[in-house]
C-alpha cells in the first residue's frame, strides 16, 4: 500500500455490529474531517476518469454523495443524486435490489440523465455489488452510458466486483 493510501485507511474506522449484529461498518468520518485526507482522497478517486469524457457523476445514497459531488467538480461533470424511495420531489423511476443483509430500493429522477450521457457510478464502499448493479440498471433504464464505477473501499471477501459488467472501468482506492 502506498504511503497516501495508507494515509486514507488510517482514517477509517470499524464499528462492529453496525446496522446489524455481524456487520462490521467502515467509517469514513475522520477521513472527512482531516482536510489532507479529504483532498487526497477526491484527487485519487478522481485520476482513473479524467481521460473519461464523464458528463455525470451518478452518487449513491447517503455517503456517496460526500464525495460523489466533489468527483463530479473534480471531472467537470453534473452530479445525480441516487436515493432511498420517497426522497426525491419530481417523477422517479426505482429499481429493488439485494443487500447483504436484506433488500433495498433506489429511485433517480425520470428526467436525471440525457441519452446518451456518460455517467460515472460513485459510493463509498462495494460490498456485494448489489447497490452500484441496481444504480447502473436504473441509468441504463433511462438512456445513460456507464462510463464506470468508483469506490473509496471494497470488501475482498464479498466479491462485489463479480457482480458488476466487466466491461466497466472499476477503480477503489482500498481494500478491507
Known sequence: MTE???RIH???RTIPDFPKPGIQFKDFTPLLANS???VLTSKLLAEPYKNQNVDFVAGLESRGFLFGL???QD???????VRKPNKLPADTVSHKYELEYGTDTLEIHADAVDKGANVLIH???IATGGTAKAC???IEKLGGNIIGFSFIMQ???LNGYKSLNESYLCSTLLSV
Open 10 to 12: 488510517d482514517k477509517i
Open 4 to 6: 497516501q493510501l495508507q
Open 136 to 138: 447502473a440498471e436504473l
Open 123 to 125: 459510493d463509498d464502499l
Open 70 to 72: 466533489r468527483l463530479a
Open 36 to 38: 489532507g485526507t479529504l
Open 75 to 81: 471531472l467537470n461533470a453534473g452530479f445525480i443524486p
Open 155 to 157: 470488501i475482498d471477501s
